[in-house]
């Protein structure tokens, strides 16, 4: 393992829930004024729960591989896994599933966006900048089984940073799930980190 690049990085600890609320010490009044919970996907007046299942810590590694695989039919270096940065994207999807469920409008998320990705280390003036791709995962993918072909399929589509940075030299990935949703489909979300 690179010890530069892991050097640089800001120490982190996981957050005591995904808001942040202590963390970025955000008033309590202000999370109060969220609009609330997506009725589509929780009942009225619930908090969002996210978590991380058996199924999405398969998931994970099946980006993990998957991602490997696009590197090498693109000739590039495969990328190692870093428990670090799988751990800054498991808060990082958290925060932002949450954040999903329960700030649909971005009343705090967006003022706050900067400070959140900070926080995980994303875009951090201070040291070597954490590449990541981050969005809604793939409802098809949380309904069943994971599956690998399905799963290489969607990271060769997709674009994602970590296929195709030259540079990067390791990875973490991780799927969170909104566990007390009523929504038809499952609803999760994906953070890819490379560095």
Do not use: C
Not at 93 to 108: H, I, K, N, S
């Amino acid at each position: 393992m690179n010890q530069d690049l892991v050097a640089d990085r800001a120490p982190y600890t996981p957050p005591l829930s995904p808001s942040l609320e202590v963390e970025l010490e955000i008033p309590r009044e202000e999370l109060a004024k969220l609009p609330g919970s997506d009725p589509l996907v929780l009942p009225p007046h619930t908090s969002a729960v996210v978590t991380v299942t058996t199924d999405s810590e398969t998931l994970s590694q099946l980006y993990f591989q998957a991602i490997n695989r696009v590197r090498k039919d693109q000739g590039l270096a495969p990328l190692a896994w870093d428990s670090d940065l799988a751990a800054r994207a498991q808060g990082y999807a958290a925060t932002r599933l949450w954040y999903w469920a329960m700030d649909e409008q971005g009343t705090v998320w967006k003022s706050r966006d900067t400070q959140i990705r900070h926080y995980f280390g994303i875009q951090h003036p201070a040291y070597a900048s954490i590449g990541v791709s981050s969005r809604l995962a793939s409802t098809s993918l949380l309904e069943t089984t994971p599956d690998a072909a399905r799963v290489l399929e969607i990271v060769q589509g997709a674009g994602y940073g970590a296929t195709s940075d030259p540079g990067a030299k390791f990875v973490g990935v991780s799927v969170v799930m909104l566990t007390n949703a009523t929504a038809e489909v499952p609803v999760g979300w994906l953070v890819i980190m490379y560095q």
